[in-house]
T-cell receptor, first 113, second 110 residues
Framework: DSGVTQTPKHLITATGQRVTLRCSPR?????VYWYQQSLDQGLQFLIH???????AKGNILERFSAQQFPDLHSELNLSSLELGDSALYFC????????????FGPGTRLTVL | LAKTTQPISMDSYEGQEVNITCSHN???????ITWYQQFPSQGPRFIIQ???TKVTNEVASLFIPADRKSSTLSLPRVSLSDTAVYYC???????????FGTGTRLKVLA
C-alpha cells in the first residue's frame, strides 16, 4: 500500500458526460501528479500540482482540468468524454518535486461507452 | 524532451540476473531516472532512482553510463513474483515534465 488513495476504483459512463476523479496524497506529500495509462499510449503525464499550485502540464487535453485543494487532495475533471478517454488514471504523490520519489495510487479505471 | 524506449519483452529463469535497458538519448544534464514495477491493474511501484554512475538498494541496481543516454536496471536473482512490466521514468528538470518509457514485460519462468 503506497498510502495514496484514489476514488472511485471503477467508473463507467457515456460519451459526452463529465466525471471527477479524486486523489488523496500520502500524509506530508505536497505534490500530486496525474497520469493516464492506455494500451496504445502507455503511461502519459497529464499534470502536476505542488502545494496547491499548478507546476507543469503534460499531454492534458483542454477538456480535462485538475486542481489541488488546501488540504492537498486533488481532483481531475474530465468533460465531453469520448470513447478514446477510456483508460486507467493514476495519481501519484511526492514530498517535493522532480527528484523526489513518486508514489502511485491504485488508479481509477474509466470506461466510456 | 527526452524520449525513452525500452525492449518490449524479456524472458528469464528463476535465480538469474536480469538487465533491462532504457534509452533516453535527449536526456538533459539535471534529469533524473527512476524505475518502476507494475503488476496488472495496479499502480506503478518504485524500485530505484539515480542520476549518474551506479545506485544500489536492497532489491535492484541502476547503472547509468557517463553520457547518460541510457540506463540499465539490474535485478540480481529474479523469482516468479518478479513477473511484471518495468518502466523507466525520466524526470526533466526545468520544465518539470515526466516521461515514462514504453515498458518492458518481464516473464520469469520456473
Amino acid at each position: 500500500d503506497s498510502g495514496v488513495t484514489q476514488t472511485p476504483k471503477h467508473l463507467i459512463t457515456a460519451t459526452g458526460q463529465r466525471v471527477t476523479l479524486r486523489c488523496s496524497p500520502r500524509s506530508g506529500d505536497l505534490s500530486v501528479y496525474w497520469y493516464q495509462q492506455s494500451l496504445d499510449q502507455g503511461l502519459q503525464f497529464l499534470i502536476h500540482y505542488y502545494n496547491g499550485e499548478e507546476r507543469a502540464k503534460g499531454n492534458i487535453l483542454e477538456r480535462f482540468s485538475a486542481q489541488q485543494f488546501p488540504d492537498l487532495h486533488s481532483e481531475l475533471n474530465l468533460s465531453s468524454l469520448e470513447l478514446g478517454d477510456s483508460a486507467l488514471y493514476f495519481c501519484a504523490s511526492s514530498v517535493g518535486d522532480l527528484t523526489d520519489t513518486q508514489y502511485f495510487g491504485p488508479g481509477t479505471r474509466l470506461t466510456v461507452l | 524532451l527526452a524520449k525513452t524506449t525500452q525492449p518490449i519483452s524479456m524472458d528469464s529463469y528463476e535465480g538469474q540476473e536480469v538487465n533491462i535497458t532504457c534509452s533516453h538519448n535527449n536526456i538533459a544534464t539535471n534529469d533524473y531516472i527512476t524505475w518502476y514495477q507494475q503488476f496488472p491493474s495496479q499502480g506503478p511501484r518504485f524500485i530505484i532512482q539515480g542520476y549518474k554512475t551506479k545506485v544500489t538498494n536492497e532489491v535492484a541496481s541502476l547503472f547509468i553510463p557517463a553520457d547518460r543516454k541510457s540506463s540499465t536496471l539490474s535485478l540480481p536473482r529474479v523469482s516468479l513474483s518478479d513477473t511484471a512490466v518495468y518502466y523507466c521514468l525520466v524526470s526533466t528538470s526545468g520544465t518539470y515534465k515526466y516521461i515514462f518509457g514504453t515498458g518492458t514485460r518481464l516473464k520469469v519462468l520456473a
